[in-house]
């Protein structure tokens, strides 16, 4: 019996009528039967990976046994990086998390029930009213300040904050469950913990794997390396494996058949301090969604990382180092492994490298999501196409300019630095320009269209973004082309080298480099349009205060070489969007007859007849300006919508809105060049954010009845009230969870590799 558990029945002895009341313990409850299911259902939504509230992470036993941290792990204000606390990663037991601060949840203080048996009683005497909008004083969302008081400080919040218990603001535990919990907690919290093993078909690809990035030799080390820093924040899954197992590549200090001894390094390319080998390790705990970026591997991807990396006749004379010189410029890094094996690995699975800093860091989004625009489109070049990988000269005298920022963190520098940084792309930009003019003409075959990764639809949710395969939506105001260059500055940027943990200086200096970035994209695409008309294009993405940008930060764009491509001269870029459309048709992994309506009907073909009907009503709301469609002034950014027929067949859209701006070039005062007149939506089958910020459910037989009012409900609220009513799902609709969860199941029977428990958090009080 572990000194938790004596304590605790000691504290149950001495505590009498403090107790009283409490329920009997049972030895029959089961932490991974009975306790970890509870968490998973009512729990995890709000408390899982870095932005869990108070960090406390309650997807696994190692999380629920490490407790909570006052210390915040977004906060971009901070003057001073705090120490890492990745699960997993930066302690391994109890006592080494209470060293970094984190308190317990579970144990009881002396006549005290544990933190977590307080906090569920105060959730569970003041239940919602059903379905009914919470009050206002309940701060929910980005906005909330977590208070994460410690247990002596719990009688002072729950006075301040007597409906904010947990779970906090949504309908809470069942009765079950609830005497379930506490049962649990009065007997001493014990969990036993069942690590995932991998099955013996995943251990084999998995000494394959590690046999490959673990080769002796300069050359072997060198791709090892740069195998490992672009697969870090995978979560793997092998041909053959087992359903739910995911594992994910960490630095050890042991060898392949001994168990690992992680190396826990800030950042994935930090000096290791010893020798080590890769390793892959499982998946633990809970897998959500907003961490989830799946990554295939097996026989034929091992074959095809051997073609790339061992095939060509090279060499790596010597190794590089680790330092900052070294981080910031990969391409000075690894210029010995030919630069077309780099970029054909990346575009192989190019929607998991745009995942990675789209959806990242590290299960928040990009913190810097202001700096794009809400929907658009991105391609990659051809690489029989770029320069860089051509031509060996033109290579040498870009690799100095394509540093990036970030490796110095000083507060009194970020000016000074940013504009060196500034200057050294604009720099390279101009050299980029002038050896494109010397090209012959971009035409069709200049943009890359090897798999069904070519196109990708990208969605700002405000403050977080999804990534998918496919050209989702109308023609987008914006393009992205990556070339290799920009596609690996990026990902180093918004991924390798960006530290969650860092201060205001290193986030500052990632978030205006990624400005120069989207430019960058948008710039590339441009010399596809005719050149008379891309000083024009330009124009329209930079409005009012995005000239000012331009002039200050931006180079000059190229506006005299000419585009091969034959385009409608009034509107060149819709032209463009079309013909893709119909040149891509075999590559496209979303035709999208709803908002791309061409003639009478606007659903998908396979579809039942009830739900062609139900596609048919709801394409009337999508690609309209919100002048002509006044709610969309009412909807969050990511609105999904549960339809059920009479049969039970269901379906899932996502109903995104997207916000207009006149341009999204600073850092600060994004509601001054917001144009809300200018919103439209976009409706999509399937599950496009992880992070829902409603739900309405809809019968099938509704829908036309639910769209005619969201037609006229325009800016009264009391209509749109009326529609909440009626067919929302509020935080307390009674059974919000099952809809909430139903969610992640459709996602488990459509695309089940991808399938996490939705994040919670930005889901609105409407």
């Not at 001994?258 to 020798?275: C, E, F, K, Y």
């Not at 009230?721 to 059974?735: A, T």
């Not at 939705?758 to 609105?764: E, T, V």
Request: glycine share 6%.
């Amino acid at each position: 019996m572990s000194l938790r558990i004596l304590a605790s029945a000691f504290a149950l002895l001495i505590s009498g009528a403090a107790f009283a009341q409490a329920p009997q313990s049972s030895p029959a409850i089961s932490y991974a039967r009975d306790i970890q299911p509870i968490f998973t259902e009512k729990c995890v939504a709000c408390h899982a990976c870095n932005d869990a509230a108070c960090q406390l992470n309650l997807g696994s036993a190692e999380g629920v046994e490490r407790g909570a941290s006052k210390v915040p792990v977004y906060q971009g204000e901070r003057s001073q990086a705090v120490a890492t606390t990745r699960l997993f990663y930066d302690a391994h037991d109890e006592a080494g998390w209470r060293k970094q601060g984190f308190y317990s949840v579970l144990d009881q203080q002396g006549s005290q029930a544990a933190l977590m048996a307080r906090m569920l009683e105060l959730g569970h005497q003041a239940p919602l009213t059903p379905n009914a909008k919470l009050p206002d004083d309940i701060v929910l969302g980005l906005e909330r300040n977590n208070m994460c008081p410690l247990p002596h400080e719990f009688e002072a919040y729950a006075g301040v904050h007597p409906k904010e218990g947990m779970p906090l603001a949504v309908t809470g535990l069942t009765d079950q469950q609830y005497q379930t919990l506490q049962r649990w907690l009065a007997a001493g919290a014990p969990v036993e913990k069942n690590p995932i093993k991998p099955s013996a078909t995943e251990a084999q690809q998995i000494g394959e794997w590690e046999a490959l990035l673990n080769r002796p030799g300069s050359t072997e080390a060198l791709v090892g390396r740069w195998l490992y820093e672009h697969l870090f924040l995978a979560h793997i899954y092998f041909v053959g494996g087992e359903q739910g197992h995911f594992f994910q590549w960490v630095r050890s200090r042991t060898p392949s058949g001994q168990p690992v001894d992680l190396i826990a390094t800030r950042r994935p390319n930090d000096p290791p301090g010893t020798d080590f080998y890769y390793r892959l390790i499982p998946v633990q705990g809970v897998i959500v969604h907003k961490t989830h970026i799946t990554y295939p591997m097996g026989p034929q991807k091992l074959k095809r990382v051997k073609q790339l990396f061992y095939a060509g006749d090279w060499h790596a004379a010597s190794l590089p180092g680790y330092g900052p010189r070294h981080r910031a410029n990969p391409f000075e890094t690894f210029e010995a492994i030919p630069a077309v094996a780099r970029y054909q690995f990346m575009l192989d699975n190019a929607e998991y490298f745009v995942r990675t800093f789209i959806r990242g860091p590290v299960c928040r989004g990009q913190i810097a999501t202001d700096v794009i625009r809400d929907n658009f489109w991105a391609l990659f070049q051809e690489p029989a196409h770029d320069r860089y990988l051509t031509d060996a000269k033109y290579r040498s005298e870009a690799t100095p300019l394509l540093a990036m920022p970030g490796q110095i963190d000083d507060v009194g520098s970020v000016l000074s630095l940013w504009h060196a940084y500034r200057d050294k792309r604009n720099e390279y930009e101009a050299l980029r320009r002038e050896a494109y003019a010397q090209m012959p003409a971009p035409s069709w075959s200049t943009l890359w269209a090897g798999n069904d990764n070519a196109l990708l639809t990208i969605f700002r949710h405000f403050d977080s973004a999804s990534v998918t395969k496919g050209l989702i939506g109308d023609v987008p105001l914006t393009l992205w082309l990556f070339d290799y260059p920009l596609l690996e500055r990026t990902y180093y940027q918004l991924a390798v080298n960006f530290d969650v943990f860092g201060n205001v200086s290193h986030q500052l200096q990632t978030r205006l480099y990624f400005d120069l970035i989207r430019n960058g994209a948008e710039v590339n695409f441009l010399r596809l349009m005719p050149a008379d008309r891309r000083g024009h294009i330009l124009s329209d993405w930079y409005q009012n205060s995005g000239k000012v940008k331009m002039w200050m930060d931006y180079t000059d764009i190229d506006t005299s070489t000419p585009s091969a491509l034959k385009l409608n001269e009034h509107d060149p870029k819709r032209d463009f969007g079309l013909q893709l459309l119909q040149r891509s048709a075999s590559l496209n992994a979303a035709p999208d007859p709803i908002n791309r309506c061409q003639g009478a009907y606007c659903s998908r073909p396979q579809m039942s007849e009830v739900f062609r009907d139900v596609e048919q009503s709801l394409s009337r709301l999508v690609s309209r300006p919100a002048a002509g469609l006044k709610v969309i002034g009412q909807l969050p950014e990511a609105t999904l919508l549960r339809i059920e027929a009479k049969n039970g067949e269901r379906q899932v859209y996502s109903l995104l809105r997207n916000r207009a701006h006149s341009n999204v070039a600073f850092l600060l005062g994004e509601a001054y060049r917001y144009e809300p007149g200018l919103d439209t939506l976009t409706l999509y089958p399937g599950v496009l954010s992880s992070y829902p910020n409603f739900i309405f459910n809809v019968p099938a037989s509704d829908v036309a009845e639910f769209v005619e009012d969201l037609e006229a409900a325009r800016d009264d609220t009391g209509k749109f009230e009326r529609i909440v009513m009626r067919w929302g799902v509020r935080r307390s609709h009674p059974e919000f969870w099952r809809y909430f969860h139903d969610l992640t199941t459709y996602i488990k029977e459509t695309e089940p590799v991808e399938a996490g428990v939705l994040d919670m958090n930005r889901y609105q009080n409407l």
